[in-house]
């Protein structure tokens, strides 16, 4: 197992190298390309300034040099192993342990890791939250539905499930900011971020005061994600509930199944200790499937909600054409979907003694 | 004893047949022919000129007058379509046949339709077009581009509210007819949706085909690259692809083909490594068949089912892909899009329930109703999965 978890790591080594290339090639092969030029707007600046800036820029970045040479240049800043270099761009000597440095952002100006760190634990919780939600609302349907095959439930389960499937997300989460958050209708729900600006002096739990009920950190964290995760669960828990369905169907009549019963088991255990726990490497294996689909999904449910998290940062970087920004985030995004998979082929081990990798 | 049935259906027919046998698939198909209606002749549908009129007994008909290079070579097109399609020839000779005739339509087109440079949709309502004996207007007397300014309007206004000329659906930002542009949305989404999934199965098929054929090697090197793809969320290396490349309409289909032929190149891939041991395969590399001949005449046919449903499903995911790039303000620049309609639902912070429901309604049913067809062709494609999602065939 061992063995197979360090070739699975190394691996990821090509990918995310590929990934970064990739991304980089379009950017450098697009009209205009990536050049120090296309960074400044420099209306309001003065020529000199504007020469500077452009300086500047060209020698942190090396931004005249062809593009070969500037994608070599960002690897080795942010590989941990490479050529120590310092804030002019001269080349320094080999090191072990010199740190990853993702470099400044063109459009904030500052460090890229500090735009991340306060960006992606947003879509995270964002994110956790939803799994296991999806999860629980998938398992419960999808088992009703399959142990009374062919009754009503099921149908219309299956109907709507599938139609609940096909409302594209920007659809749901602008019909339920209409609806929900505005004024012109029910105003039940906050508009935009995830916490609003008096929570954050509020104690943690809800309690009563003397001036009345105060709704404390986490309640008021809770209805403000209520329409952004109700928004990124629907689509995943609808696919699910069809993939649980059919599991669970083809076990419930296995052998086994039948065995158990024989036994005289209550038809409870049969189906929760036997037919579930057999019922689950198809719910995992898409779970792995699930994280990239729930960062794309988070992309425009945090642009509908305005929610400061990398989705957001993502469409702004791309649009402010912000090179160090965007290279980033696919790589941090990709490194997370490939982790994904790692954990669900983990994770398929302990569902199934049967299954190994050596 | 009961006897056996032979049966002299082809794989195909039966294939058509078991799929148009649910309820779900006829109406899928029944909406996609809509849309298909709706592109081909949505300028005689949605138009500012009339259709036809008599001014001092002579009968002219404006809206051809004004049928731009595009609009003239689509209906060309169909009209060659369902020639072709009525006249009894094998599949592949029917596709090359179409696409000679489309491809002589574009030349002829281009050569003889000369549409007005500037069109002044305030011309229509002067007395050249409204003091005449008779006209039959289209259905909706509005162009998905005439904005309406000189009647006055504020734009957004809901259906029925402006005083004067009735809006259906209403009225968008700019006081463009909502359902106008509606109708003339219909063809952005459907030319995406077929040509972004036909560019992303060729590279999907020649990828994976290789792939699975070759396996070894080249499989390691082309997993790779299908994880590459897969691994940076679609949607997000579609933004970066459209944000350094410009938006234009066609650059979005290719954009959107490149970065979707993963999952195919998955599919082809797992039915090659399965018949490239199989004897007929073995026979044709034995009497020295080309390379492209052993993977696309012989094994592509044998493995090409499970793209169908790939395919279907691909198709809504395209179609989805360019509203949500619309609905983020990367999407083509003038032309009518629903995901850019659905962007102005909660502009300035009042909500336009009408740029919600109906293009986001029609986005929606379009992706409903391929997800449809694609679930319609698997349970006939594989019995045993229908058999297992419990739905007798």
């Known amino acids: ?358 | 004893m009961t006897k056996p049935v032979i049966s002299r259906e082809s794989f195909s027919a039966r294939i058509w047949r078991k799929t148009l046998a649910g309820v779900g698939v006829k109406f899928g198909l029944g909406w996609v022919a809509l849309l298909v209606f709706c592109a081909v002749f949505a300028p005689f549908l949605a138009n500012s000129m009339p259709l036809l009129m008599s001014k001092d007994g002579v009968i002219s008909a404006p809206v051809l007058e004004y049928l731009s290079v595009e609009d003239a070579w689509i209906l060309a097109s169909f009209f060659i379509a369902l020639a072709v399609y009525r006249l009894s020839l094998a599949g592949g000779k029917q596709i090359l046949l179409f696409l000679l005739g489309s491809a002589l339509a574009a030349l002829a087109v281009n050569m003889f339709v000369k549409p007005p440079a500037l069109v002044i949709y305030d011309d229509f309502r002067s007395s050249a077009y409204t003091q005449v004996d008779w006209k039959i207007m289209p259905p909706i007397p509005y162009a998905p581009v005439d904005y309406l300014r000189d009647l006055g309007s504020k734009g957004l206004e809901a259906p029925f509210a402006t005083e004067g000329h009735t809006h259906w659906m209403g009225t968008e930002e700019n006081g463009a007819d909502v359902l106008s542009r509606m109708i003339h949305a219909c063809r952005i989404s459907l030319s995406i949706g077929l040509i972004a999934s036909g560019i992303a199965l060729a590279i999907g098929i020649v990828v994976g085909g290789l792939m699975g054929y070759f396996s070894g090697i080249v499989d390691m090197l082309g997993m790779r690259l299908v994880e590459i793809f897969e691994d940076i969320p679609t949607l997000f290396l579609l933004l970066t692809f459209v944000a350094f490349f410009g938006r234009s309409l066609y650059m979005m289909m290719v954009i959107i083909g490149v970065t979707g032929w993963s999952g195919y190149a998955r599919y082809v891939r797992q039915e090659f490594l399965k018949l490239r041991k199989q004897d007929y395969v073995q026979a044709a590399v034995a009497s020295g068949l080309p390379l492209t001949s052993i993977l696309f005449r012989h094994m592509l046919p044998n493995g090409v089912a499970p793209l169908l449903v790939a395919v279907s499903f691909g198709v809504a995911g395209a179609i989805l892909s360019e509203a949500t790039l619309s609905f983020l303000g990367l999407g083509v620049v003038d032309a009518p899009s629903w995901g850019a309609m659905l962007d102005q639902a909660v502009k300035s912070s009042t909500f336009n329930w009408w740029m919600a429901v109906f293009p986001g309604g029609s986005i929606f049913m379009t992706v409903f109703a391929y997800n449809l067809i694609g679930e319609a062709f698997r349970d006939a494609i594989d019995p045993r999965l229908s058999d297992k999602a419990g739905v007798k065939s």
């Open chain 1, 1 to 358: 197992m061992l063995t197979y978890l360090l070739r699975r790591l190394l691996l990821m080594i090509p990918t995310l190298l590929g990934i970064t290339v990739l991304v980089f090639s379009v950017m450098a092969m697009s009209p205009g390309g990536i050049t120090a030029q296309t960074l400044i707007g420099g209306m309001d600046m003065k020529p000199q300034e504007k020469q500077a800036l452009l300086d500047y820029y060209n020698k942190r970045y090396g931004l005249d040099q062809p593009a070969p040479v500037q994608y070599l240049r960002w690897l080795n800043n942010v590989s941990p192993i490479g050529f120590v270099t310092d804030a002019q761009g001269q080349r320094g000597e080999f090191s072990f342990s010199k740190g990853m440095d993702l470099g400044t952002s063109f459009q904030y100006g500052r460090p890229v890791s500090d735009i991340l760190a306060e960006r992606i634990p947003i879509t995270l919780l964002l994110n956790l939250v939803t799994l296991p939600l999806t999860y629980i609302i998938a398992i419960m349907v999808g088992m009703k539905a399959a142990t009374q095959r062919g009754s009503a439930f099921d149908v219309g389960a299956g109907m709507s499930m599938l139609a609940l499937w096909s409302i594209p997300t920007m659809l749901a989460g602008v019909l339920l900011l209409g609806f929900f958050a505005n004024i012109q209708h029910f105003q039940w729900f906050p508009t935009a971020g995830i916490s609003s600006l008096e929570a954050q002096d509020m104690p943690f739990l809800p309690h009563w005061e003397e001036g009345g009920f105060v709704r404390g950190f986490l309640l008021d964290r809770i209805w403000h994600l209520i329409l952004p995760v109700i928004c990124l669960s629907y689509g995943g828990f609808a696919a699910l509930t069809k993939l649980t369905r059919t599991s669970i169907l083809e076990n419930l009549h296995a052998d086994y199944a039948r065995t158990a019963r024989a036994k005289g088991l209550a038809e409870n255990d049969v189906l929760w200790k036997h037919v579930f726990r057999n019922s689950l490497l198809p719910l995992i294996t898409v779970s792995a499937g699930l994280l990239p689909s729930l960062l794309a999904g988070s992309l425009i449910v945090e642009n509908i909600f305005s929610i400061n998290g990398m989705g957001q940062l993502a469409v702004e970087a791309v649009k402010g054409r912000d090179r160090e920004l965007v290279l980033s985030i696919t790589w941090i995004s990709g490194f997370l979907t490939l982790i994904g998979y790692l954990i669900a082929d983990f994770c398929y081990t302990l569902a199934d003694p049967r299954v190994s990798y050596d």
